[in-house]
């Protein structure tokens, strides 16, 4: 297998700027044409979010939540705007350029896991690691290390359906996690969740921003995250209509494990 190269992914920009902004958005617009509709997803979204920085996104069902964090994190493309990660404009790189720098820089969370239903939680977690090169060795020390942040150390061998919604969630975290990413995006992570279940997933994401330095950008319908977050950017229409600080959520968490 190749190995991961660490060099900046363009020649033009550093890999990684070091003014506090992670995510600088400025007026992205996405349309949808399926061919009979066009629907206008985002139109002219301007964000920035800071390092070490927990967002949640809230807003009515179609707003644009998902399109937005998809457009953010390079997983769709955009149709106007600019979107600079850590200094890096995601249009500049080729498609290549754009799927490593995921790899390498991005964690992500979905609200349905996402994980491998025949692999077991600490294969889940090492996939992306050896698909990267990393030794098999090395890839499962890391993938116990995140399993074990996470509080799961003891269930590494069980595959997902000997899991709990909770304890699904918190391996797609560690998976998130396994490569040290600067920016972990969430998109519904307690959708699918009882409640108690999704303020532990809540307060493990809290934990992990606060201790780790992680910056999360979490779409959500659930307020109890929205309350937990630095701040809740709302949106209405495909645009950014408030955003509202949550001065009193950086407080000591529970620990999960
Ligand atoms: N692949 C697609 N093709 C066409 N239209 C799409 C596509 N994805 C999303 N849309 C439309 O774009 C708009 C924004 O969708 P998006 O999923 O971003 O909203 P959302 O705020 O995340 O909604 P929800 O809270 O229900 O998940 C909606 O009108 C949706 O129907």
């Not at 003014?19 to 629907?39: C, L």
């Not at 990413?181 to 409640?195: F, H, K, M, N, Y």
């Not at 921003?209 to 910056?215: K, P, Q, V, Y």
Request: aromatic share 4%.
């Amino acid at each position: 297998m190749r190995s991961w190269s660490r060099q900046p992914v363009t020649s033009q920009q550093p890999a990684v700027a070091d003014d506090g902004v992670i995510v600088a958005a400025a007026g992205v617009r996405k349309t949808y044409d399926t061919g009979q509709v066009k629907v206008d997803a985002l139109n002219g979204v301007d964000l920035t979010l800071q390092r070490g920085e927990m967002v949640a996104v809230m807003g009515p069902s179609g707003c644009g939540k998902t399109t937005l964090l998809n457009c953010l994190s390079g997983l769709d493309e955009i149709d106007a705007g600019q979107v600079h990660i850590e200094g890096v404009s995601l249009a500049d790189l080729s498609d290549r350029q754009r799927t490593r720098y995921r790899a390498e820089r991005m964690g992500f969370v979905f609200q349905f896991y996402n994980l491998m239903p025949v692999l077991s939680a600490v294969e889940n977690v090492e996939l992306a690691l050896l698909l990267a090169g990393v030794s098999p060795r090395d890839a499962r020390s890391r993938a116990l290390d995140a399993l074990g942040l996470v509080g799961l150390a003891d269930r590494a061998k069980h595959v997902p359906d000997e899991l709990s919604g909770g304890e699904r969630q918190r391996v797609t975290i560690a998976r998130a996690l396994v490569n040290d990413p600067a920016i972990v995006w969430a998109d519904e992570p307690t959708g699918d969740l009882d409640s108690e279940s999704a303020e532990e997933i809540t307060s493990l994401m809290r934990r992990l921003n606060e201790e780790r330095g992680l910056t999360f950008l979490i779409v959500t319908h659930d307020i109890a995250v929205g309350r937990r977050a630095d701040r809740i950017v709302r949106m209405l229409d495909g645009q950014v209509v408030d955003e509202q600080r949550m001065e009193a959520s950086r407080v000591r968490t529970s620990h999960v494990a």
